[in-house]
């Protein structure tokens, strides 16, 4: 079935440092990928959508600035949480579909958890 | 039993039981909704999915029963294992390719 890595599961930083956390499929060139942020026990909060080869496009309240989203590859999604505060401390996951049907697979990463210090 | 609170409901069960997690969606177009489970600290996983000209659909030792009318889906787990424990959501797709995830339920399994 369809593999996607992210990468790191977990970072500790500093406040006012980058981070930069990595999502691959491994076996499926990803048409569109998603990067979501989770806070303790709630539900899945888009952040944004990207399409390689294009600028991602942003849910209302997230600063693109902020979150930087690169997507070079098929197969490779970035998104690099810039100046982080504490208040970033969350756990970001990613999601990669392969085309873009109702009914195409969506798989999830693994998951990173961000805490800023 | 199933509780409501500031954060994810929750619905306690002894292990060997069956669970119905129930999930209510929004859009009457959506035309395919998917469950599925997260652990504590990883991403979801996909566990069955489900098509709007379907009301039913099994795999191992779970069901997706789906009730347009009332726009109403439901999991159901026979014979729930520690292991189960987990979150679970729902998700619906419809004229976009974008799911949108329910709520969640946590579902704690006592030995």
């Known amino acids: 079935g369809a593999v996607v890595s992210q990468h790191p599961s977990w970072v500790i930083c500093k406040s006012g440092t980058s981070v930069k956390i990595e999502c691959r499929s491994l076996?499926?060139?990803?048409?569109?990928m998603f990067w979501y942020r989770q806070f303790p026990k709630q539900s899945l909060m888009l952040m944004a959508t990207?399409?390689?080869?294009?600028?991602?496009?942003?849910e209302q309240g997230v600063e693109k600035d902020k979150f930087l989203i690169n997507h070079a590859s098929l197969t490779l999604s970035t998104l690099t949480v810039t100046s982080a505060h504490p208040e970033d401390s969350s756990f970001y996951i990613c999601?990669?579909?392969?085309?873009?049907?109702?009914?195409?697979?969506?798989?999830f990463g693994s998951g990173t958890r961000l805490t800023v210090v | 039993g199933e509780s409501v609170g500031l954060h994810l409901p929750t619905l306690s069960v002894q292990e060997g039981d069956n669970s119905i997690i129930n999930c209510a969606y929004s859009?009457?177009?959506?035309?395919?909704f998917i469950w599925y489970k997260q652990e504590s600290g990883k991403g979801p996983q996909f566990i069955i999915d489900?098509?709007?000209?379907?009301d039913k659909r099994q795999g191992q030792r779970v069901t997706v029963l789906l009730n347009k009318t009332v726009k109403h889906l439901s999991l159901q787990i026979a014979a729930t294992q520690p292991g189960d424990s987990a979150v679970y959501f729902c998700?619906?797709?419809?004229?976009?390719?974008?799911?949108?995830f329910g709520r969640g339920t946590s579902l704690i399994v006592h030995p």
């Open positions: 999601s990669a579909q392969e085309g873009a049907g109702a009914g195409d697979g969506y798989t």
């Open positions: 990207s399409n390689e080869g294009s600028k991602a496009t942003y």
């Open positions: 489900i098509r709007s000209n379907m």
């Open positions: 076996d499926f060139q990803a048409t569109t």
């Open positions: 998700a619906e797709k419809g004229g976009s390719y974008i799911p949108t």
């Open positions: 859009n009457s177009a959506s035309d395919y």
